[in-house]
């Protein structure tokens, strides 16, 4: 275990052989969150690292990993394409397992694009405390008429999407229009694409809706 600017980083393997990253507080941890990556990106991307270390500074507790095919993309250099979803959730319900078996008290789960669906397809099942999803894809670019939001509608677990405005796989306009569950809190960030990045002319930084989305999501688990 090695100590990070914001606590103590433990990396390795879990029981799968998929790489993981626990990010603890120099605290005790007030509240605890799985965040799974999206899919183009591994879990130490530069806005999964941004998230991790602001959430960890607020007290959350942040577990990282990588899905199988990402996993051989570390290893091999070689990019291929996510793996199907029933191996996805699959390995998502079993890291829950394990972290479970590690820490006490309620876990949340969530993830960046891909990894926050995943989630919200197993939150009800895996009876996470909370889910929490970073740039929700709706629909897959340029395919608004094929909403992939079915679950959202039932979904019961309390949950927070933090979405950017004009993001391409999920913009308010749209959005505005589906059917989701009242267990669903959205809060949009103002001229933000995909990645939470915003247009220039909105008057604000790239860095500003990141610490946003941060303070928004430890708020939204206790742990400010």
């Known amino acids: 275990m ?4 914001s606590g103590f980083i ?15 507080p120099p605290q005790a941890a007030l509240a605890t969150l799985i965040l799974a990556h999206g899919a183009g990106a ?21 577990v990282r990993f990588e899905f199988a095919y990402m996993a051989q993309r570390r290893a091999d250099g070689r990019k291929r394409p996510p793996n199907p979803q029933a191996q996805l959730l699959q390995q998502w319900r079993e890291v829950h397992t ?6 006490a008290g309620p876990v949340a789960i969530g993830g960046k694009s891909m990894g ?30 094929k909403p992939r939001v079915a679950h959202l509608a039932e979904l019961r677990t ?9 993001d391409a ?3 308010r306009e749209t959005v505005a229009g589906y059917e989701i569950s009242a267990a669903i809190s ?3 960030l103002k001229a933000a694409d995909h990645d939470l990045k915003p247009l220039k002319a909105s008057g604000f930084s790239h860095e500003q809706h990141l610490q946003t989305a941060v303070g928004s999501i430890a708020a939204y688990l206790g742990a400010c």
């Open 186 to 188: 959205l809060h949009w």
């Open 116 to 145: 926050g669906r995943m989630a919200s397809l197993l939150a009800d099942e895996l009876g996470a405390s909370k889910l929490i999803c970073l740039g929700y894809p709706f629909y897959a670019a340029g395919k608004p008429e």
């Open 158 to 166: 309390p949950t927070l999407i933090i979405q950017g405005e004009r």
């Open 98 to 103: 394990q972290v479970r078996q590690r820490v």
């Open 10 to 24: 433990d990396a390795g393997q879990c029981e799968l052989g998929l790489p993981w990253l626990w990010d603890e």
């Open 169 to 171: 796989l999920g913009n």
């Open 42 to 62: 591994p879990m130490d991307s530069a806005f999964m690292q941004h998230m991790a270390q602001g959430l960890v500074s607020r007290g959350v507790r942040v």
């Open 2 to 5: 090695s100590k990070g600017s």
